[in-house]
């Protein structure tokens, strides 16, 4: 029962798996990319990426490209570890069954 | 829903991490066309060759030797840069409809890293070529074009499907016996452009492109 305590609630969402997925292997990834790859609307994305922005899991870059705002999201220290640990939960209870 | 199918979300992240960071778009038919256009240019090169073989007799009387390898290497610099130009229009026109079929964007900050990390090493690896030609070091030049090409295959590899390396050593590999058995040379070109481009573009669109 032990792993099933390293599995992270804040990785419950699809969603949420999904945006550490991507920011696991793109060092900052624009929001528009973010959306394109896992297909989703604006309001879904926002509220889940605002989440694991005050986790602490990814942090936020806001700039200006040219004349248009740019907004990328890059993975923290903290947030790779926490999502490597909960990777690791899920292999061990798939050996498991 | 984690708790329910672990087996899924660890499909689903493995899923991600690819396709966001790979351009997956590269069909194999590129690398097939590619190879068939250097076959052809093999063929118009050796056709030169046969050529000026033929008029090496009348250069050598009037004692222009020099002349007649120049014009010789001219003439295989062009047909190397048509088959280039020809190869690359392929490439993109395939990509261009395999990204288009999987509803997905050919230019992507993705491909340009892809196409950077490419020409990069292409541009000097050309630099480097064009010092061989001028010094008139034609001899060298297959095996260090086979060379340079391999390295920069290597160096994108990081954004494509992992397979590349295989011909990005091989490439490699080749370039580095063309640099021994300077005989070699043509064969080396042929096999390394032609034959690999056809055998791994083949292999690639089976592996990806047919689903």
């Not at chain 1, 740019?70 to 498991?96: C, D, M, R, V, W």
């Not at chain 2, 030049?141 to 990081?158: D, F, V």
Request: aromatic letters at 12%; hydrophobic letters at 45%.
């Amino acid at each position: 029962m032990s792993q099933i305590n390293h599995l992270n609630k804040a990785f419950e969402s699809r969603v949420r798996l999904g945006i550490m997925s991507i920011l696991m292997v793109n060092d900052w990834m624009d929001y528009k990319d973010i959306k394109e790859e896992l297909d989703l609307t604006d309001g879904n994305l926002a509220s889940h990426i605002n989440g694991l922005e005050k986790l602490e899991y990814i942090c936020v870059r806001k700039r200006f490209v040219g004349k248009k705002t740019n907004t990328s999201y890059q993975i923290t220290p903290l947030g790779k570890q926490e999502f490597k640990q909960h990777i690791n939960a899920l292999e061990k209870l798939i050996n498991k069954i | 829903m984690t708790d329910k199918n672990p087996l899924e979300d660890l499909r689903e992240i493995r899923r991600l991490m690819e396709n966001s960071s790979k351009f997956l778009s590269l069909s194999g038919l590129s690398g097939i066309f590619a190879g068939l256009a250097a076959l052809g240019g093999a063929w118009l090169a050796q056709k030169q060759i046969v050529h000026y073989e033929n008029l090496g007799y009348f250069y050598y009387i009037q004692d222009r030797m020099d002349d007649w390898s120049y014009e010789l290497s001219i003439r295989l610099l062009g047909i190397a840069l048509l088959v280039l130009v020809v190869a690359v229009s392929f490439g993109v026109l395939f990509t261009w409809l395999k990204a288009k079929q999987q509803g997905k964007k050919l230019w992507t900050n993705l491909s340009i890293r892809l196409v950077i990390s490419l020409s990069v090493p292409l541009f000097f690896g050309g630099l480097f070529l064009a010092g061989l030609f001028y010094h008139g070091a034609y001899m060298l030049i297959p095996g260090a074009t086979l060379l340079m090409y391999g390295m920069a295959l290597l160096n994108a590899s990081k954004y494509v499907h992992q397979d590349i390396k295989i011909l990005a050593l091989a490439e490699m590999a080749l370039g580095i016996y063309s640099i021994f058995d300077l005989t070699f040379g043509m064969y080396g070109l042929i096999i390394g452009f032609g034959i690999f481009h056809i055998l791994y573009g083949t292999f690639m669109y089976f592996k990806y492109d047919r689903k």
